[in-house]
């Protein structure tokens, strides 16, 4: 969605849409926007990975809004984490007991975790 909302956002992709909806096919749209946003040499390969890009993320449909991809991307987000307070990764929620210990060796101390299921 954001790689979406950012060649929406685009001066050249904005300006080929705009083209497109006062009824200009892809190419002449192109040729046109390449123009508004300063191109002095027109050389329609040049943007044509940007259009290819845009078309395949299905940014040139007229339809497609930013804020449409802006809602989305909230509600996509909320659903995430309406999903991770159903799973806490919280220390203190999962009640894990923190000890320390040598585990058998003179080296640096080690630290061990016990979950209630698992108890030390």
């Known amino acids: 969605m954001v790689v979406r909302e950012a060649l ?9 849409r705009q083209f497109m909806a006062l009824g200009n ?9 390449a123009t508004v946003v ?5 050389d ?9 890009w845009a078309t395949s993320a299905q940014v040139l ?3 497609v809004r930013v804020e449409t991809l802006v809602n989305e991307a909230v509600a996509t987000k909320e ?6 307070v159903s ?3 919280d220390i203190n929620s999962m009640e894990i007991q923190v000890a320390r210990g040598h585990a058998g060796s003179l080296r640096s101390p080690r630290i061990f975790l016990a ?4 108890a030390m």
């Open 8 to 16: 929406l956002r685009l001066p050249l992709i904005r300006n080929i």
């Open 25 to 33: 096919d892809l190419q002449n749209a192109m040729r046109k926007a």
């Open 38 to 42: 300063g191109e002095k040499n027109y």
């Open 44 to 52: 329609k390969a040049a943007i044509a990975p940007v259009v290819t």
């Open 61 to 63: 449909d007229l339809g």
């Open 79 to 84: 659903a995430r984490r309406a999903e991770h």
């Open 87 to 89: 799973h806490p990764s």
């Open 115 to 118: 979950t209630p299921d698992f």
